[in-house]
């Protein structure tokens, strides 16, 4: 077993600036929520390079931008966590990188984040056991992780989201709240994710070409063997200009292809999600944070040049998930805050339990939209919840390690329904996966509301997280005054928070 194999792009043909962030509105989405103030994120990667000027110093608190770091490749002893391939310090780079090359901007995602450097990755970029990745997700935890980000996949034929390596991921999720950010593949478009990227409650994330136009071909596709839809989202994952691992020596940064590189954008999202979440009184349940940037996620093309679809049944685009990461609009779409059942504004996001119904016509879950929704305009819902997993714990008792195992509880299933004037207009209703999605074209006005129903009442709720959103997107000479906007808006809110900012000398070639 390896990890994903990374495309190196010769380093002359790095981009100015940091494209892939600036691509996502990651500055922007930074601007509103924050740079990532006091969440940690474990790196369960190739080793990190934390002399690196882009990952090394302290936070705006003072604190070690390291928290802690171990090396779990038994057949490496003498490594203490270092990177000799580079995988790893470009992963970090994404999520956490801060400063400049010449006089070009290099923040990653959540610059002012801390990291958990656990290296699992060998000298080679792979592992030959996944217990090396359990003890590095172990590790990750016990240093207090509030994401962890698992770049990495097992070659296998199995895509159920059965093995132990998934359901230790859906474990964390569910019962830690920590959520697991997980690079796709980079098998091609015909093969489905494997391990981790399988596991129900991972962000699988698959990658878009170079030109961000399209997912790229490399990029795994679903449906799953047992029918479910991965990736849950793309974003830039082609030639992207990150950390370089071997600086001074080399280059400081350099350019990075594969899935391996998406997932850590999602991770750098969710950091900022989490820290206004924290300082606004908000959840930060790993299902409202997923819910909230699938939903925000823009529709782009498969990788033929054909547009995003969806069925019924299958309610993710089959390469796209709910599309490219847009980070703006996962921040508004989670500013906007918790709603429960009832009259709700058109944007906002809802946690709530459901303890089953029959029919969904009499279903109690109802949310009905308070503004009229324009013609030409989308009204967008995705429903999330988890699959549930028991810990089967052995000595040592209070840590997982390799000599435990995981079980799956039979998922319950959620549908998603859309009504006009008490009309049903609109469904996703698959019973495989444990997410829905709607992405309905608004033809006429009328009454709109969204229900969730339990089909099947097992005498079980189940809690879950619904994000909908009816408001046009913006046109782009709009843009402009969003993104001044939310910089006046974070010099309000921010008030007069240091901010330690890198400037190295040394220029992109």
């Given at each position: 077993?390896?990890?994903?194999?990374?495309?190196?792009?010769?380093?002359?043909?790095?981009?100015?600036?940091?494209?892939?962030?600036?691509?996502?509105?990651?500055?922007?989405?930074?601007?509103?929520?924050?740079?990532?103030?006091?969440?940690?994120?474990?790196?369960?990667?190739?080793?990190?390079?934390?002399?690196?000027?882009?990952?090394?110093?302290?936070?705006?608190?003072?604190?070690?931008?390291?928290?802690?770091?171990?090396?779990?490749?038994?057949?490496?002893?003498?490594?203490?966590?270092?990177?000799?391939?580079?995988?790893?310090?470009?992963?970090?780079?994404i999520?956490?990188?801060?400063?400049?090359?010449?006089?070009?901007?290099?923040?990653?995602?959540?610059?002012?984040?801390?990291?958990?450097?656990?290296?699992?990755?060998?000298?080679?970029?792979?592992?030959?056991?996944?217990?090396?990745?359990?003890?590095?997700?172990?590790?990750?935890?016990?240093?207090?992780?509030?994401?962890?980000?698992?770049?990495?996949?097992?070659?296998?034929?199995?895509?159920?989201?059965?093995?132990?390596?998934?359901?230790?991921?859906?474990?964390?999720?569910?019962?830690?709240?920590?959520?697991?950010?997980?690079?796709?593949?980079?098998?091609?478009?015909?093969?489905?994710?494997?391990?981790?990227g399988?596991?129900?409650?991972?962000?699988?994330?698959?990658?878009?070409?170079?030109?961000?136009s399209?997912?790229?071909?490399?990029?795994?596709?679903?449906?799953?063997?047992?029918?479910?839809?991965?990736?849950?989202?793309?974003?830039?994952?082609?030639?992207?200009?990150?950390?370089n691992?071997?600086?001074?020596?080399?280059?400081?940064?350099?350019?990075?292809?594969?899935?391996?590189?998406?997932?850590?954008?999602?991770?750098?999202?969710?950091?900022?999600?989490?820290?206004?979440g924290?300082e606004?009184?908000?959840?930060?349940?790993?299902?409202?944070?997923?819910?909230?940037?699938?939903?925000?996620?823009d529709?782009?093309?498969?990788?033929?040049?054909?547009?995003?679809?969806?069925?019924?049944?299958?309610?993710?685009?089959?390469?796209?998930?709910?599309g490219?990461?847009?980070?703006?609009?996962?921040?508004?779409?989670?500013?906007?805050?918790?709603?429960?059942?009832?009259?709700?504004?058109?944007?906002?996001?809802a946690?709530h339990?459901?303890?089953?119904?029959?029919?969904?016509?009499?279903?109690?879950?109802?949310?009905?939209?308070?503004?009229?929704?324009?013609v030409?305009?989308?009204?967008?819902?995705?429903?999330?919840?988890?699959?549930h997993?028991a810990w089967?714990?052995?000595?040592?008792?209070?840590?997982?390690?390799?000599?435990?195992?995981?079980?799956?509880?039979a998922?319950?299933?959620?549908?998603?329904?859309?009504?006009?004037?008490?009309?049903?207009?609109?469904?996703?209703?698959?019973?495989?996966d444990?997410?829905?999605?709607?992405?309905?074209?608004?033809?006429?006005?009328?009454?709109?509301?969204?229900?969730?129903?339990?089909?099947?009442?097992?005498?079980?709720s189940?809690?879950?997280s619904?994000a909908?959103?009816?408001?046009?997107?913006?046109?782009?000479?709009?843009?402009?005054?969003?993104?001044?906007?939310?910089v006046?808006?974070?010099?309000?809110?921010?008030?007069?928070?240091?901010?330690?900012?890198?400037?190295?000398?040394?220029?992109?070639?």
């Open positions: 077993m390896v990890a994903m194999a990374v495309i190196v792009a010769p380093v002359g043909s790095v981009h100015a600036d940091a494209p892939a962030i600036a691509f996502d509105g990651g500055g922007l989405s930074r601007a509103l929520l924050g740079p990532g103030t006091g969440v940690i994120v474990g790196l369960v990667d190739g080793g990190v390079n934390s002399a690196h000027p882009l990952l090394a110093g302290t936070d705006s608190l003072g604190r070690p931008r390291m928290v802690a770091q171990a090396n779990f490749v038994t057949s490496e002893p003498s490594n203490s966590g270092a990177d000799v391939f580079g995988h790893g310090t470009a992963v970090a780079g999520v956490l990188g801060r400063g400049f090359v010449g006089s070009d901007n290099f923040d990653g995602m959540a610059p002012d984040a801390r990291y958990v450097n656990a290296r699992v990755l060998d000298s080679t970029n792979g592992f030959s056991s996944t217990l090396q990745v359990t003890n590095g997700v172990q590790f990750a935890l016990a240093k207090h992780s509030d994401i962890v980000n698992l770049s990495l996949a097992v070659f296998s034929a199995q895509s159920d989201g059965l093995s132990q390596l998934d359901l230790l991921v859906d474990y964390i999720t569910d019962s830690r709240g920590v959520l697991v950010t997980v690079a796709g593949g980079n098998n091609g478009n015909s093969q489905a994710s494997h391990s981790p399988a596991a129900r409650n991972a962000l699988t994330m698959g990658a878009l070409t170079a030109d961000y399209r997912v790229a071909t490399f990029s795994d596709g679903g449906p799953t063997s047992d029918g479910r839809m991965k990736p849950n989202m793309v974003a830039p994952a082609s030639a992207v200009s990150t950390a691992f071997n600086y001074p020596t080399g280059p400081l940064v350099s350019n990075r292809t594969g899935t391996s590189f998406a997932a850590p954008q999602a991770a750098g999202l969710a950091a900022q999600m989490i820290e206004y924290r606004h009184g908000l959840s930060t349940d790993t299902r409202v944070l997923r819910a909230a940037m699938m939903n925000a996620a529709k782009t093309l498969d990788s033929d040049g054909s547009g995003w679809s969806n069925t019924q049944q299958f309610p993710l685009d089959n390469q796209q998930g709910t490219r990461l847009e980070a703006l609009g996962a921040a508004h779409q989670y500013m906007a805050g918790q709603f429960g059942p009832g009259a709700v504004p058109n944007v906002a996001w946690l339990s459901i303890a089953g119904s029959v029919t969904p016509a009499t279903t109690t879950e109802l949310f009905s939209l308070t503004q009229a929704s324009a030409g305009t989308f009204i967008d819902a995705t429903l999330v919840w988890n699959q997993v089967n714990d052995f000595f040592p008792i209070g840590v997982i390690d390799p000599g435990d195992f995981f079980t799956a509880a998922h319950n299933e959620l549908d998603l329904y859309l009504y006009r004037d008490d009309v049903l207009i609109a469904a996703s209703t698959s019973s495989a444990t997410v829905q999605h709607l992405h309905y074209l608004v033809t006429q006005t009328g009454n709109y509301n969204l229900r969730v129903a339990q089909p099947f009442d097992n005498g079980f189940e809690t879950y619904l909908w959103n009816s408001v046009p997107v913006p046109e782009p000479g709009t843009i402009g005054l969003l993104m001044a906007g939310a006046a808006l974070a010099g309000l809110r921010r008030g007069g928070r240091a901010r330690l900012r890198s400037r190295l000398a040394t220029s992109a070639r």
